[in-house]
């Protein structure tokens, strides 16, 4: 499945939605203003909660948690030491972990099970609109890619912020 996300991540209290193929708004991601640490619901367009996103704000490096039905499903977190690209580890219950490995640019990442890809999420071709393409492989997760998908433009547009 493809979908297209656009970049509103950081809108203090914003919404922003989340489009598939055919151009239809399929989800909607709400930030939570005046937050302690980056807080966002991920919903589905009837409005229920399919996951929320919580960094970790006592934590070394970049680290967000993701939950369901208030449970933890997840811990998407940065790589302090990668070279030449950008590392984020999706940590889920079971085996079932995802790695997610970008160019230093920030253009293209992919999302690999167990040395297999099962996501692409692509600027290239949007690269001047701020949005991304993002293919998931049948069968996958799509609300969890989705969500990590959010948390690694979060974690890299505050990066590149300080770096000016």
Do not use: C
Request: glycine share 6%; no cysteine.
């Amino acid at each position: 499945m493809r979908y297209l996300m656009k970049q509103k991540f950081f809108s203090l209290g914003g919404t922003f939605y989340i489009k598939n193929e055919q151009a239809e708004d399929v989800f909607q991601v709400d930030g939570k203003a005046f937050s302690f640490g980056h807080q966002l619901t991920f919903r589905d367009m009837s409005g229920n909660e399919l996951a929320f996103i919580k960094q970790k704000v006592f934590s070394w490096g970049h680290t967000y948690e993701i939950y369901r039905d208030e449970q933890l499903f997840a811990v998407v977190k940065k790589e302090l030491f990668s070279f030449f690209k950008q590392v984020f580890t999706i940590d889920v219950p079971g085996p079932d972990d995802l790695v997610a490995e970008g160019d230093f640019w920030s253009l293209e990442f992919t999302f690999s099970r167990s040395g297999r890809v099962v996501a692409v999420a692509s600027k290239q071709f949007f690269s001047w609109t701020d949005t991304y393409g993002v293919d998931i492989e049948n069968g996958e997760d799509d609300v969890l890619i989705l969500a990590s998908a959010v948390v690694i433009d979060m974690v890299l547009a505050a990066s590149h912020q300080h770096k000016f």
